[in-house]
């Protein structure tokens, strides 16, 4: 499998991460397939940091460098500068996450939106792919990546309607699912997990965050995501292992590996 979106940098795999990364490959009762992909997430320019060492470590984990919303307050322009500098020596293989955030709104709003146009307009200039949060902001992080030309990206754990899907996959975006597609009451999501195609489509944990069921609650890693394939699958009609495939292949594209 391919988790195309965690957080192995994340304070809750301090006590057992060297266990947790080195036991991926291997299946479990929960997975009995593997993990042969991780792409691990900054979200501060000292998280991305974090993911470049895991990344120097582990020959199956890539980073993604970029400062999340929340973050977007202790955003410097010299940031820019390192962003860039890092994947252009190929520490980082994208920028993010990046993004909007009004449900926590934990930076102010026009910060987050500075913060955003700035890191769409690196990637623009580097062409490198993005990978995007967007929580309850979906009008203003479409407007944003459309006006910047940035058509190389994906829609991290996608919680927008039918129709703005419909317009990531006109500019050309992979979307992916989490855990969240097999919550309860997720209908509206299954609808547009339903809708993309094949070539288009990517799945993740967001790890520690966002366990599947039948693991909610728990701290969630990259073999849980298998519930989330198996969902997926019965969805589309194909068979997990498909699925895996699919998406394994997407990520491979999407982050040039
Ligand atoms: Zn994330």
């Known amino acids: ?20 990364l080195a036991a991926l490959a291997v299946p479990t009762a929960e997975d009995p397939v593997g ?8 979200d501060s320019m000292e998280s991305s940091r974090k993911n470049i060492e895991l990344s120097r470590r582990y020959p199956f984990l890539f980073a993604a460098g970029g400062v999340h919303p929340h973050e977007a307050k202790g955003f410097r322009d010299a940031d820019l500068n390192v962003l860039k500098a890092w994947y252009e020596q190929k520490q980082i293989v994208a920028i993010g996450e990046i993004g909007l955030d009004y449900h ?21 200039t580097l062409n490198a792919p993005v990978v995007i949060h967007d929580r309850e902001a979906h009008a203003d992080v479409y407007e944003q990546i ?36 097999t919550f309860p009451n997720a209908s509206g999501l299954l609808e547009c997990a339903a809708a993309v ?10 790890a520690p965050y966002l366990a599947p069921v039948p ?5 969630n890693d990259s073999h849980l995501m298998y519930a989330t394939a198996c969902r997926l699958a019965e969805l589309r009609g194909c068979t997990p292992e ?6 394994r292949d997407n990520a491979k594209r999407l982050f040039g590996l």
């Open 1 to 20: 499998m391919f988790d195309s979106h965690a957080h192995y940098d994340d304070a809750r795999f301090d006590a057992d991460r060297a266990e947790v």
């Open 35 to 42: 993990v042969r992909f991780v792409l691990s997430c900054g």
């Open 104 to 124: 926590y709104d934990f930076s102010p709003r026009d910060a987050q939106k500075r913060v955003f146009a700035a890191q769409l307009q690196l990637a623009k």
């Open 146 to 181: 459309r006006a910047s030309g940035v058509r190389r990206g994906v829609m991290h754990s996608y919680s927008g309607k039918k129709e703005l899907l419909r317009d990531y996959l006109n500019l050309g975006f992979y979307v992916s699912f989490s855990g969240s597609v």
């Open 197 to 206: 195609p094949d070539e288009r489509l990517l799945i993740e944990t967001d």
């Open 215 to 219: 693991y909610r609650g728990r701290r």
């Open 242 to 247: 498909e699925l895996i495939a699919q998406t």
